[in-house]
């Protein structure tokens, strides 16, 4: 079920770049959108269209895993803008995955209320 909803709301908030996301509804849209978008849609395109309009067709398709990971910062209370230490090579990717790892903010924070319902209590 978990599943199921992880995928719902992958492709339902792919252009949300306001709102927050907790880390098990991160890693499960992750695990569902980045094989869909990189295994199934990128190769087929990669295949039918032209490189120039490809490349611009792949940066698009990858708008809803940019999201996911922009609401994430988010729920850390930290800028969606920090997604960007990504193209930094090795550095910038392992500080991202540690950010994805770690507890939200409890809470509400600057970009809207906590995504972990009231009644789950976590050890700090």
Not at 102 to 124: C, V
Request: charged share 15%; with cysteine; aromatic share 14%.
């Amino acid at each position: 079920m978990k599943i199921i909803e992880s995928g719902k709301y992958f492709f339902t908030k792919a252009f949300d770049f306001k709102s927050r996301v907790s880390r098990s509804e991160y890693w499960w849209g992750y695990l569902i959108g980045f094989p869909i978008v990189f295994f199934a849609l990128f190769p087929i395109l990669v295949a039918i269209l032209p490189q120039q309009i490809g490349t611009l067709v792949s940066w698009l398709i990858s708008i809803p895993l940019i999201s996911l990971m922009v609401r994430r910062l988010h729920d850390l209370n930290k800028s969606g803008w920090r997604v960007v230490l990504g193209v930094i090579p090795i550095i910038g990717n392992i500080i991202i995955l540690i950010w994805m790892c770690r507890r939200g903010t409890p809470g509400s924070n600057s970009y809207g209320e906590d995504t972990l319902p009231p009644n789950i209590k976590l050890n700090p």
